[in-house]
């Protein structure tokens, strides 16, 4: 399983590479013009803008690792060089517990990543700013009109940045099952795609019930169980997720 791991590992380093080095690029921007700020504020449109790219850049970062996951694992299915993968001696299991257990991996290495590099520059920002009591208090209110029970306190913060990691892992296996259904069983047959998607899509709705269906039920009286509640759903649907793809893929696509 750790070489097959290092395998994975090693096919999606070219894109994380890349990622940290344009964030390394917006980071020094955003640096450099907090730091440069005087007193009429004349790089606050560059602070914005650049601190707007590091936030796209996180979400865009993990959004991609997923869906890199997901081409890789259909090019490993379609391809002369991936069929190769299934000659080695590892059953189907390992192949696509390796895929599963990269992609949480690098999700939790990049969440960890991005929210520590954001924790640092907002404190960077507000003691900059000089005013970090009061937009604080601005930023709570403004929560506060949405919920509130939202107290953003570090506990919060964590179990909802778990909890979007964990849902996007479990939507990333869905699209595993999908992909390996549609190569398995709708290989060559009219609407493949459409009933894939159609297939994902059915999927994706079953998770946002149930994890619905807990928020609604009561057994969480706070914000912080809610949020860690959702993500063992999410975790628990992913590993069905993995079992079912698994020994579908073992059954049709094994050599």
């Known amino acids: 399983m750790s070489a097959l ?21 917006a980071e020094v921007v955003f640096l450099i013009s907090l730091f440069l700020r005087n007193n009429e504020g004349n790089t ?45 001696p590892r059953n189907s299991y390992q192949i696509l517990g390796a895929k599963m257990l990269e992609n949480g991996l690098s999700l939790a290495l ?7 590099l954001g924790l ?14 009061r937009l604080w208090g601005f930023f709570m ?7 509130a029970e939202i107290e953003l306190d570090t506990a919060q913060v964590l179990s909802l940045i778990f909890e979007l990691l964990t849902s996007w892992l479990a939507v990333v296996s869905i699209a ?3 992909d390996i259904v549609s190569s398995a069983l709708l290989n060559g047959k009219k609407a493949n795609g459409l009933v894939t998607f159609i297939f994902f899509i059915l999927l994706t ?19 912080t169980s809610t949020l860690i509640m959702q993500s063992v759903v999410a975790l628990c649907y992913s590993v069905g997720m993995y079992f079912i793809a698994a020994a579908v893929m073992d059954k049709y696509l094994s050599v």
């Open 5 to 25: 791991l290092k395998y994975e590992l090693r096919k999606t380093r070219a894109m994380k590479l890349i990622f940290l080095g344009v964030t390394a690029v």
């Open 44 to 88: 606050d449109n560059i602070i914005g803008t650049s601190a707007l790219v590091l936030m796209l850049i996180a979400i865009g970062g993990i959004l991609l690792i997923g869906i890199q996951s997901i081409f890789a694992l259909h090019r490993d299915m379609n391809t002369k060089q991936g069929y190769m993968l299934y000659m080695t």
């Open 110 to 116: 990049a969440g960890g990543f991005f929210f520590l």
């Open 120 to 133: 640092l520059d907002l404190t960077l920002l507000f003691s900059r700013l000089g005013e970090l009591e």
């Open 141 to 147: 209110e403004f929560l506060h009109m949405f919920n």
């Open 176 to 178: 595993f099952l999908a």
């Open 205 to 223: 709705i079953l998770l946002n019930i149930i994890q619905n269906l807990l928020r609604k039920s009561g057994l969480c009286t706070t914000i």
